[in-house]
């Protein structure tokens, strides 16, 4: 179940990728001034676009699944994989370019992200269900730091933002994915009355739009290590606090903390690029 869940959330992160790649592509060519859901009109109606959302459901499939099978350290980490595709695809393709504190910076998010998911030490896979309230409380805190960062001009902020949503989305996913490895087919009727899969359609949404501002702002791979490294730490700590997976101890806490320094070192390293990015504008 291990090597199922492990893989699919490779190919999750694969999709997710090449659907970066083509959202920013489209998001450039026709921005025209619009922003939100005037763009999200418009690229609706680009077939690179749709093809660049049909990816992306399909690693929403694979996530569900990954999660129901393999522990949320293993899952977060193998669907970050790609970064360096797009780096190569934003070079050659978008035409992006990356200097030295932009490069090391999504360098530092890398290595840190992958320390911390290392660092857990845990083999839980499946779940038992959170209650509605929770899944309220997660929607509700989500939405309004989501909100906050998503005021901001900066492209790498704005991609946090996003990262903020898809911890929730995730969180959401893992429901979905748990109850179908629990129950199977059964547990349909029980998800459809509960409000995460609503709140998670509605936040994908909001999250999809806020995405394309965020790609007409800053590199696709600068986004893409902002938004994800956000979202697979966010879901490390919901795996300890939601669901009771164990967080690291003794030599592993070592490795969790300077895996979180390092990412916040590439944090600061991205937002400070977009803001010498901004003002050279």
């Given amino acids: 179940m291990l090597f199922v869940g492990s893989l699919l959330a490779l190919v999750c992160g694969l999709a997710n990728s090449a659907a970066a790649a083509l959202q920013k592509h489209e998001a450039i060519r026709s921005s025209a001034g619009r922003e939100g859901l005037r763009l999200l009109a418009v690229l609706i109606r680009r077939r690179w676009w749709l093809l660049a959302i049909a990816l992306s459901l399909l690693a929403w499939l694979a996530e569900a699944f990954a999660f129901g099978l393999a522990p949320v350290p293993v899952v977060t980490t193998l669907r970050s ?5 797009l780096i190569f695809a934003g070079h050659k393709w978008l035409g992006e370019r990356f200097g ?3 490069l090391s910076g999504v360098l530092l998010l890398a290595i840190g992200a992958g320390m911390t998911a290392a660092s857990v030490a845990s083999t839980k896979a499946a779940s038992p269900p959170i209650s509605n309230v929770d899944e309220l409380l997660v929607a509700g805190i989500s939405a309004l730091v989501a909100l906050a960062l998503s005021r901001s001009r900066n492209g790498v902020i704005v991609g946090t933002a996003v990262g903020v949503l898809f911890v929730a989305t995730g969180i959401f996913t893992k429901e979905i994915g748990d109850g179908f490895v629990r129950e199977g087919t059964s547990s349909v009727p029980k998800l459809l009355v509960s409000p995460g899969p609503w709140i998670m359609v509605l936040m ?3 999250g999809i739009a806020m995405l394309q501002r965020a790609f007409q702002r800053a590199n696709a791979a600068t986004v893409s290590a902002a938004s994800t490294t956000v979202s697979a730490n966010g879901l490390i700590l919901a795996g300890a606090t ?10 592993d806490l070592i490795i969790l903390l300077v895996g979180l320094v390092l990412s916040a070192a590439g ?6 690029r977009g803001f010498l990015d901004a003002r050279r504008l």
């Fill in 242 to 251: 939601l669901y009771g997976e164990q967080l690291a101890r003794g030599l």
């Fill in 100 to 102: 030295t504190i932009e």
């Fill in 81 to 85: 994989a790609g970064r360096g595709g």
């Fill in 267 to 272: 944090a600061v390293a991205l937002v400070a």
């Fill in 204 to 206: 994908s949404v909001w």
